[in-house]
């Protein structure tokens, strides 16, 4: 997105709509706090001035064909647009999501999420937080999108750059959805047809809700916020596991589904939160899934060709369904080795314990005979 026109700004000069709408000059980021310069302080995405810096990092293009002419057909039954989709429509079922990454502790999080054979789904962001393109070859970031869909996860857009979908004007809004559908398309070669807004908010009133079902996309929100992104300590994070708790308490599997909504982006979240929630949801009978699957979207659906705007080809889909059957069948065979192995240790402990009995009675039974044979030999002795 180019930004407006106006004065352009040096370094260190004030920018921004405090600043009569002053532009930075070429190369120059315009900072939160309305000052050009370079750096992350100043070009970070979501906070920078993307209008009035033109180095800001949401003012990057993702390299490539612009997607904002693929066209969008409705794939599936799933609601476009909307209120936003809130909870899964089959019940038992339990989608934990992801939002901001990848990041830094991701490939972390995948060690989690496969050790325990669970599905998640990432919605992903560009060039939040200074970490550079995820479709940058330099960057770790191609590679771990890569891995998440080869390992059964679902990614989904939560747009270029994080922006408040709200407080952008309607061609801002375009610009957000279909740079991240390149750079994701630059990784994948396709682009989702799911997404969730920045802070969890698209109004009709803003224009936003019109925007995302004109450019094809479901609007997923959650009905468990983790509030993670409050909780950043491992005392405090036992804040976020109180609310998951309390949300499992208030139903169960036989009717009850949930939407989860976490940030890989947090250690904590990574390293603490995730597993917990795993353990308390297998615990109470909740069956894994992403997203799509817990709306009962075939895998095809989840994404778009960016030729032609369809469902993804079917040996593409057919590889993502198998991805997700292996992941589930990893899982299933994981539970039966568990039970296998407790019932042969249990097996063996009682063995061991009749072993035990049975030798401890055949002591009892060789003391009884001494016994008896010594008192023989006395009364041998006494004739």
């Known amino acids: 997105m180019e930004p407006g026109l106006g004065r352009r700004q040096a370094a260190g000069s004030s920018c921004g709509p405090n600043a009569g709408g002053a532009v930075c000059g070429p190369g120059l980021c315009c900072s939160a706090d309305g000052v050009c310069g370079v750096g992350r302080a100043y070009c970070d995405a ?25 066209p969008r057909p409705r794939l599936g039954s799933v609601l476009y647009g909307g209120g936003g989709v809130t909870q899964c429509s089959q019940a038992g079922t339990m989608a934990i999501t992801y939002d901001d990454g990848p990041y830094i502790y991701t ?34 970031w191609p590679g771990i999108i890569t891995r998440m869909v080869n390992e059964g996860h679902q990614v989904a857009s939560h747009t270029f750059s994080h922006q408040n979908l709200n407080e952008i004007t309607s061609a801002e ?11 994701i398309r630059n990784v994948l070669g396709y682009f ?30 959650y009905n468990v916020d983790t509030k ?32 989860i909504g976490n940030h890989d ?9 995730t597993q917990f929630i795993i353990d308390e949801g ?54 039966r080795a568990g039970a296998a192995s407790a019932t042969a240790e249990n097996g063996a402990a009682a063995a061991s314990g009749t072993a035990e009995s049975g030798s401890g009675r055949l002591i009892a039974v060789g003391e009884i005979l001494g016994a008896a044979v010594s008192l023989i030999n006395v009364a041998f002795g006494l004739l």
Not at 114 to 136: E, M, R, Y
């Open 192 to 221: 989702p047809t799911y997404m969730r807004p920045p802070y969890n908010t698209c109004l009709r009133t803003a224009g936003c809700v019109d925007d995302l079902e004109a450019l094809g996309y479901h609007i997923i929100k």
């Open 228 to 259: 993670d992104y409050e909780n950043l300590t491992p005392e405090l994070i036992q804040n976020s596991k109180d609310i998951f708790s309390e949300a499992l308490d208030g139903g169960n599997a036989s009717s009850s589904n949930f939407i």
């Open 265 to 273: 982006i947090h250690p904590q979240t990574v390293t603490n939160l």
């Open 46 to 70: 979501p906070e920078c001035l993307f209008e009035y810096g033109p180095a800001c990092d949401a003012n990057a293009v993702p390299s490539g064909a612009n997607t904002s002419s693929v």
């Open 282 to 335: 297998t615990a109470q009978g909740y069956r894994f899934v992403t997203v799509g699957e817990c709306l009962g979207d075939p895998a095809g659906n989840w994404y778009r060709d960016p030729e032609t705007g369809g469902a993804i080809g079917t040996s593409a889909a057919r590889a993502l369904k198998r991805r997700s059957d292996e992941t589930a069948a990893t899982k299933t065979l994981d539970a």
């Open 107 to 140: 490939s972390e999080l995948l060690d989690i999420l496969q050790a325990n054979g669970v599905p998640a789904t990432f919605f992903v962001t560009s060039v939040n937080l200074h970490k550079g393109g995820i479709d940058n070859a330099s960057t770790a």
């Open 173 to 183: 809004r375009f610009d957000q959805m279909v740079k991240n559908e390149m750079a």
